[in-house]
């Protein structure tokens, strides 16, 4: 569970995008501590910059200003190959889309950061097999992506992000090209690989089904965090929600 | 605490060295499951080639007819030759341009599962070099067949000389090695320009 250790920290991240004379702040003074261990939802309405957030934590591109640390190094001071390293081993991505590489079999795109890990062909094998079997797709490693369901894909993915054993799971939007019951089946997987394996699942999201597993929701509007609260609080309307819910799928 | 750097250091180190042999056998496997959309890609090699050879090979057998004629028809052939050249290098540029393009989204992803720029450009620059090579000799080699061929059949059988059969050989060589640098140089460029965008921004990119 959460320990009292960071494992994600932001200061006064600012991200400008400029689109001619134009200057859009889509991220606006972000200061954001996450422990170890956390599973962490971020929300807001759509355009409130949380895509912007998950690309600065996943280095995946730079802030305008401000400075993000994983486990206390700064992002800003790794060069290429350390920072490729980081993506390798540190952080696991996984995407609305799925992003699965389409040419690939089930079990080669979960392999293929192992790759990049240096690990052996065998070893790549096995713990891919591992993986899908814990993701439930033990079966199906042979199948291209494009003769999997989306809620499958998303299996897939987030297997290939638990790859190299990474501290922290990143996602945006991990249910949003879902149904209900399969978005709600995600959820519930990223939450076992949470509680079981103790990686950090930080994920931007408008779905209110990840209310019920998340230790802190961080709400994010025009670029800057609203409020943060914690399960303990939001526990009492969880209740209200969940009969929304179920009503939704009856 | 240095130790650990040290473990750290070895660790990277590895994975720079990603070593040749596996970049080579993704290349291999890259082009073979996309068998298809390489043949595609390829046969925009190859008909570039084809085209630019069958033209040259025209020129290896000599005009007949008054001297003014036979300027005038081989400076015909060399402005051909030159349109030939310059179809080949669009053909080639826009086959490679389309096959790097449809992939920044792939690009993207591999540097997020902790690719270096250097491998996705090592993965791009082995499979262009594959598949020039072999979209060239099978072009430089039809080009040169079916006006040979076409040639033959009009009894100009009495032309193949020795000079013929060298000028015929150092076009297929040249041509092959033309059609595969073309190759590289068009699938580099824009496989260099996608391997160092931002992941963020190489997964943003729709086509
Ligand atoms: N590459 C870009 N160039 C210009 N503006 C951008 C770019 N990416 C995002 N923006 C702008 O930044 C703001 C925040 O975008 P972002 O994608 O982070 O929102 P979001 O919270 O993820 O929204 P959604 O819920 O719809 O995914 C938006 O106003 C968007 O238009
Ligand atoms: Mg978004």
């Not at chain 1, 079966?139 to 992506?145: A, W």
């Not at chain 2, 043949?39 to 008054?66: D, E, K």
């Not at chain 2, 009495?158 to 150092?170: C, D, E, N, P």
């Amino acid at each position: 569970m959460a320990s009292n250790e960071y494992v994600v920290r932001t200061k006064g991240l600012v991200k400008e995008y400029t689109m001619g004379d134009q200057v859009l702040r889509a991220l606006n003074g972000v200061d954001l501590d996450i422990f170890r261990g956390e599973y962490i939802s971020i929300m807001g309405p759509s355009g409130s910059g949380k895509s912007t957030l998950f690309n600065a934590i996943g280095g995946l591109d730079k802030p305008t200003t401000g400075s993000v640390f994983i486990n206390d190094v700064d992002m800003a001071q790794l060069d290429a190959q350390e920072l490729a390293y980081l993506r390798c081993h540190t952080i696991g991505y996984i995407f609305q889309t799925f992003n699965l590489i389409p040419v690939m079999t089930a079990l080669e795109n979960v392999t293929l950061p192992t790759v990049f890990a240096g690990m052996s062909t065998d070893d790549g094998i096995e713990r891919g097999m591992e993986l899908l079997k814990i993701v439930g797709l033990g079966e199906r490693f042979f199948h291209k992506p494009s003769e999997l369901s989306g809620g499958q894909q998303q299996r897939v993915a987030i297997a290939r992000a638990l790859a190299n054993n990474p501290s922290i799971v990143l996602a945006d939007e991990p249910t949003g090209n879902l149904d209900l019951k399969t978005g709600t089946e995600i959820i519930h997987l990223l939450k076992k690989l949470n509680r079981e394996q103790g990686v950090t699942v930080i994920s931007a999201t408008h779905d209110l089904k990840m209310v019920d597993v998340s230790d802190r929701i961080v709400w994010i509007r025009d670029g800057r965090i609203a409020k943060i609260e914690e399960r303990a609080e939001i526990e009492l309307h969880i209740g209200e929600m969940e009969g929304e819910q179920e009503e939704l799928t009856h | 605490m240095s130790t650990n750097i040290n473990h750290k250091d070895r660790k990277i180190h590895r994975q720079i060295s990603l070593p040749f042999s596996k970049a080579f056998q993704i290349s291999m496997e890259s082009i073979r499951i996309r068998f298809w959309r390489s043949l595609i890609t390829a046969s925009g090699i190859f008909l570039g080639i084809a085209f630019f050879v069958a033209v040259r090979t025209g020129m290896l057998f000599p005009s007949a007819g008054p001297a003014s004629e036979v300027v005038a028809a081989e400076n015909r052939q060399l402005w051909l030759s030159i349109m030939a050249l310059v179809v080949c290098t669009v053909g080639i540029t826009n086959a490679m341009l389309m096959a790097v393009t449809e992939r920044y989204k792939e690009i993207g992803t591999m540097k997020c599962l902790g690719a270096l720029d250097s491998f996705i450009v090592k993965l791009f620059f082995i499979e262009s070099c594959l598949l020039g090579l072999i979209a060239s000799v099978l072009g430089s080699l039809i080009g040169w067949f079916f006006v040979t061929i076409i040639h033959l059949l009009g009894g100009e059988i009495s032309h193949m000389t020795a000079i013929f059969w060298l000028g015929s050989l150092k076009l297929i060589g040249l041509s092959t090695v033309l059609g595969t640098f073309l190759t590289f140089l068009a699938t580099i460029f824009p496989a260099i320009r996608a391997a160092q965008m931002p992941p963020a921004a190489a997964l943003r990119v729709e086509i």
